[in-house]
């Protein structure tokens, strides 16, 4: 998928999804835990073109690495670079470490 056919189609069936909830519980605004670390840093580089990069406290401990690995294929299917394996564990350690619901 190329081009702004493409970007359209994944920016409208975002917000058909996910907009309201992500909107609500991770406003764009608030700022990132550890907003300067190597994982929100990874965060804003990977997860901000389609949507805003979600707040991790919006799941739950354990949650995050499939959702990360499900991101990854819309990434990938949108034709956009590949995160490495471990850009996926930093990741996917970042947004549990600040996740929500009990350890
Ligand atoms: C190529 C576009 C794209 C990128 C980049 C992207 N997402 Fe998404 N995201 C989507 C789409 C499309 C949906 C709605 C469908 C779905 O949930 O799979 C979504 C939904 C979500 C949701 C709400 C659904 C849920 O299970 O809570 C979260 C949270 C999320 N993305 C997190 C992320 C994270 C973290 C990253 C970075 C690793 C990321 N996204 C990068 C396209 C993208």
């Not at 907009?19 to 965060?43: D, V």
């Not at 990854?72 to 929500?100: F, P, V």
Request: hydrophobic share 35%; net charge neutral.
């Amino acid at each position: 998928m190329s081009g702004y056919l493409g970007w359209v189609t994944v920016a409208i069936s975002t917000m058909l999804l996910v907009g309201c909830s992500l909107e609500n519980e991770g406003s764009p605004r608030k700022a990132l835990p550890e907003s300067n670390s190597p994982g929100a840093q990874l965060l804003k580089k990977f997860c901000s073109n389609c949507h805003a990069p979600p707040q991790p406290a919006i799941h739950n401990h354990g949650e995050w690495k499939n959702i990360v690995l499900r991101m990854e294929d819309h990434r990938i299917m949108n034709g956009e670079e590949h995160m490495t394996a471990s850009q996926i564990e930093q990741l996917s350690g970042y947004l549990d470490k600040h996740a929500g619901g009990s350890r």
